[in-house]
């Protein structure tokens, strides 16, 4: 008896498992919060499908669409968001301007990736431009402290990170040579942990409008 009641616990903690609902996907990315706070909001961290974020009048909300390639600013209002699109209701309307949707990949916690593989792998590499902006954003985007841009044993770029925001290609440094292969190393905060290593491609010719590259830390 006491057996049949043990196997009967496990496999309701095993359908409770299989059960839940796996997180909803990023469909956009918060840019700016400013002239007050939103709840549950904050800069470069990804906005979920179905989540309706209201706007306390006098702040201003700016945030990039991925599905619509989008960047809007809303001061007061409500934003339903859709992966196909945004539902605004209250307040003014948004304004809003097409940009270059961002490309991301997607680190997991045992160091696979969804999107490009790891040098140690092989190829194929994250396309990017020879000016090229990062944002490390998921959970674990507190653990990395700075990132490098390399080229065999060559240092080419080295900022340090800060969470919450980008890091921009400085405006005084010379572009990325095209069509060449470079790696992206993400450092971790701390001393016992290994870099992350992401290979990067350059295109051939700098596109109209830089393209923000997110490194997605899960």
């Known amino acids: 008896m006491k057996r049949a009641v043990a196997i009967g616990m496990l496999l309701a903690v095993v359908t409770a498992a299989g059960a839940q609902t796996p997180p909803k996907a990023g469909v956009a990315l918060v840019l700016e919060v400013s002239g007050g706070r939103i709840t549950g909001i904050e800069p470069y961290r990804e906005v979920a499908a179905d989540t309706t974020v209201t706007v306390p009048a006098g702040v201003r909300f700016v945030f990039q669409h991925y599905g619509?390639?989008?960047r809007f600013t809303l001061v007061g209002g409500v934003a339903t968001f859709r992966r196909d699109g945004v539902d605004f209701t209250g307040g003014a309307r948004p304004s809003d301007v097409r940009v270059a949707c961002p490309r991301k990949v997607t680190l997991k916690d045992d160091g696979a990736s969804a999107g490009v593989l790891?040098?140690?792998i092989g190829p194929p590499r994250l396309t990017v431009s020879p000016r090229p902006d990062f944002a490390i954003i998921g959970p674990r985007a507190a653990e990395f402290s700075a990132l490098r841009v390399t080229r065999g044993s060559e240092?080419?770029?080295e900022q340090t990170v800060v969470t919450g925001s980008a890091s921009r290609w400085p405006q005084d440094a010379p572009p990325l040579a095209a069509a060449a292969n470079?790696?992206?190393?993400?450092?971790p905060a701390a001393?016992?942990?290994?870099?992350v290593v992401i290979g990067l491609r350059t295109l051939d010719t700098i596109a109209p409008g830089e393209t923000l590259t997110l490194v997605n830390v899960e």
Do not use: H, Q, T
């Open 155 to 157: 240092i080419v770029l």
């Open 191 to 195: 001393a016992d942990r290994k870099p």
């Open 68 to 70: 619509s390639c989008r």
């Open 182 to 187: 470079y790696d992206l190393e993400l450092l």
């Open 118 to 120: 790891m040098r140690s």
